[in-house]
């Protein structure tokens, strides 16, 4: 599976983005999909996932209440629904993909595929 995500740029704070992965060599109905960003120099991190059966969403505390992950199965899309956004969500974003992943979710190590990332940066 390839991942191409998009859709960042630059927001005031408070502002809101929408980011979209764009998912080809294979149907995503079988995979959590996860979003997770990384500021220069630091580790990756978890920001949401949502689970391939259910299509359950997970989110970072820091994130939650903010942001939405949905998917589309058929269009074969995962989204980032960013809200009320705050210069401490600056970062590169990366979606990512995991083939029917049950647990550790929230782990950079669960997930086999990865986009290439997205920069969203938030002024204050």
């Known amino acids: 599976v390839q991942l191409q995500a998009s859709g960042g740029g630059l927001v005031q704070a408070g502002g809101s983005l929408r980011l979209s992965c764009a998912a080809s060599?294979?149907?995503?109905?079988?995979?959590?999909m996860a979003w997770f960003r990384q500021i220069p120099g630091k580790e990756r991190k978890f920001v949401a996932t949502i689970t391939w059966g259910g299509s359950r969403p997970y989110y970072a505390d820091s994130v939650k209440g903010r942001f939405t992950i949905s998917r589309d199965n058929a269009k074969n899309m995962v989204y980032l629904q960013m809200n009320s956004l705050k210069p401490e969500d600056t970062a590169v974003y990366y979606c990512a993909a995991d083939y029917r992943g049950v647990a550790d979710l929230d782990s950079m190590l669960e997930y086999d595929y990865w986009g290439q990332g997205t920069l969203v940066t938030v002024s204050s």
């Open positions: 060599g294979g149907t995503i109905s079988s995979y959590n």
